[in-house]
């Protein structure tokens, strides 16, 4: 159950932080930085859908 929780605020955390960040980065740094926000957003993701599916509900 507590890998299920995690699960879903890594998952909630990481893309609002992503958000956030994009929406903070001036103009000029979007391409760089958006890149590395979205790369470290897939390793959240991929992170949180781990513990909700290693949880044992799904």
Known sequence: MI???LGIV???FTV???VVSLFRTPEHLTG????MYWVIAA???VGGIS????SGIF
């Open 51 to 54: 513990l909700v599916l290693g």
């Open 43 to 45: 390793g959240g993701i």
């Open 16 to 18: 609002g932080a992503v």
């Open 32 to 35: 760089y930085y958006g890149l």
């Open 3 to 5: 890998n299920l929780i």
């Open 10 to 12: 890594i998952l909630l």
